[in-house]
């Protein structure tokens, strides 16, 4: 899944029989144009549609003018403050799921207690609405940073543990076979078989984790307050100031996209072993 | 039975550490209250009618959101796979707006609806659209060819394929991104109601909690979290019937 949706196979390429060299430089060319229309085109009727009066500026602000707001959100450093408290709240819960994910899968899937105690509350646990128990994790540790990042760890650690569980039930067993053969001890049919093998699921976990970190970190920003990009959103929201309630759904959609994009690259780099890169470049 | 019950006796454990670190006030009763008192609260809110009004109101949300959601949804992402301009114009669109965190929406879609039902269904319909978009794009990209082929050359018309053909073999990731979506549906529903509304789960765990009643808002927690769980578990056995053609 390095990109989420691909184009409909071979659009790139020229069709047969056009002249080649021309053909090179003007396909890409339209095709890229292609590309960005729609884009551009949801931009300008966005622009448009706010200007026609058909909706008053507090229900569609002009694109401009929130890209304005952001300017000046990012020169009074508004921004940087926020997205980085967003960034720090999301990415540190996401590193403790990522750590903690992996090491209570590695436990459910090598040690038969550790399974018994585990997979039910993970069967039952992955799909419930945890968001729910926001309030009572409040109730616990207050509206700071500790209880945001816990709702966020409690959300987003699930997916993990799942796919950690299943990846390393895949391995091969023939690998794992030829590696004792080959007296390889416990500590190296670990690092250097089962969890290299397991590696795609998890990274594959670790693509729902990330998206769904960020979702609960904005609610838990928006429920409590605290700064942050959700934080600045409700409080605009508060003060009937739309143009920043938009502004807001922009820069959390930057940020998310940046995410996702940085986790696809991750996994592209990390794999660049397996076959599934391979398919990528041919 | 007997295996169910060996299965998810941890939780049985749970449940009774649960019972008895409140009991003993290891920790304050207004923390944690014991889960007899909040099984108590629950059947008492259940007997008075306020948590089924409640719920009706939150599952009716959840509902018309997912429907729009999966209608329009499958829809486009079929559309996506089969017709190339709708492609070209959709691919880049469904590229920018899927990683967006869904949540993003939750003031957007009460400015423009308001604090009713309507700013609710919007951002459950919203937020559950593009995993069924996706999950029907991948499917129906999938379908083979040679299927493909061999209903063309028996002369189906286009849309006969594509009922005949193309569905079918894009009901698996379809049926897959919809259960995405429904676990999806819940959060949205669940964090909207927290942040604004009248109503609703959200809405009852909000103003229980705030009053300090926490056994009453612990039973409704729970309710929802068992909804969610109960409403996979459902999708997934209609899951396996629908797709018991399959091997």
């Given at each position: 899944m390095a990109r989420l949706v691909q184009t409909v196979s071979g659009s790139g390429e020229p069709p047969?029989?056009?002249?080649?060299k021309a053909v090179r430089f003007v396909y890409p060319l339209v095709w890229g144009f292609a590309r960005i229309f729609s884009v551009v085109a949801l931009a300008v009727a966005w622009e448009a549609l706010a200007r026609?009066?058909?909706?008053t500026p507090f229900q569609l602000p002009a694109l401009s003018a929130v890209l304005e707001r952001i300017w000046s959100d990012a020169v009074s450093g508004d921004l940087w403050i926020n997205t980085a408290l967003t960034l720090y709240r999301a990415l540190t819960a996401f590193a403790i799921c990522t750590v903690g994910g992996v090491i209570i899968g590695m436990a459910m899937s090598r040690n038969a207690f550790a399974y018994w105690f585990f997979d039910p509350i993970v069967s039952v646990g992955f799909p419930m609405p945890k968001i729910a128990f926001l309030p009572v994790v409040i109730l616990w540790l207050g509206v700071y940073d500790l209880s945001k990042i816990t709702i966020v760890v409690i959300d987003a650690i699930f997916p993990v543990i799942a796919a950690t569980v299943i990846a390393i039930q895949g391995v091969e067993r023939e690998l794992i076979w030829s590696a004792r053969n080959m007296g390889a001890t416990n500590r190296e049919l670990l690092h250097q078989i089962i969890l290299p093998a397991a590696l795609p699921q998890i990274l594959t976990g670790l693509q729902v984790a990330l998206p769904l970190s960020l979702i609960v970190a904005v609610v838990a920003e928006m429920l409590m307050g605290g700064y942050g990009l959700g934080g600045a959103m409700m409080t605009a929201s508060r003060f009937a100031n739309s143009t920043s309630v938009f502004a807001g759904i922009v820069e959390i959609a930057v940020v998310g996209y940046a995410l996702v994009k940085a986790m696809a690259l991750i996994r592209r780099r990390l794999l660049i072993w397996h076959q599934e890169s391979t398919y990528e470049f041919a | 039975m007997k295996h169910f019950f060996i299965r998810y006796f941890p939780l049985l454990l749970l449940a009774i550490a649960w019972e008895l670190i409140a009991r003993l006030e290891l920790v304050s009763t207004s923390a944690l209250p014991p889960l007899s008192d909040v099984i108590v609260a629950g059947v008492d809110m259940i007997k008075d009618g306020e948590l089924v009004s409640n719920g009706a109101a939150s599952m009716y949300r959840a509902g018309v959101g997912l429907a729009l959601a999966i209608l329009i949804g499958g829809i486009l992402g079929i559309a996506m796979a089969w017709w190339k301009p709708v492609n070209v114009l959709l691919v880049p669109l469904v590229e920018i707006f899927y990683?967006?965190?869904?949540?993003?929406l939750i003031p957007v879609t009460v400015i423009w609806l308001g604090f009713g039902d309507g700013s609710k269904i919007l951002l459950i319909f919203l937020g559950c659209m593009l995993p069924v978009t996706i999950g029907a794009f991948n499917g129906a990209r999938s379908s083979e060819q040679v299927l493909v082929w061999s209903a063309r050359s028996m002369g189906a018309s286009r849309l006969r394929m594509l009922w005949d053909v193309v569905l079918p073999s894009a009901m698996p990731e379809l049926l897959n991104g919809i259960r995405t979506a429904l676990a999806l549906s819940f959060i949205l529903l669940v964090s909207s109601e927290l942040i604004v509304a009248q109503k609703g789960f959200g809405y009852l765990i909000g103003s229980l909690g705030a009053n300090g009643t926490y056994d009453a808002m612990y039973a409704v927690v729970l309710t929802v979290a068992f909804l969610g769980f109960a409403a996979d578990r459902l999708y997934l056995n209609i899951t396996k019937r629908t797709l018991a053609w399959r091997d």
């Open positions: 047969n029989g056009a002249p080649e026609s009066g058909t909706f | 990683p967006l965190p869904k949540s993003a």
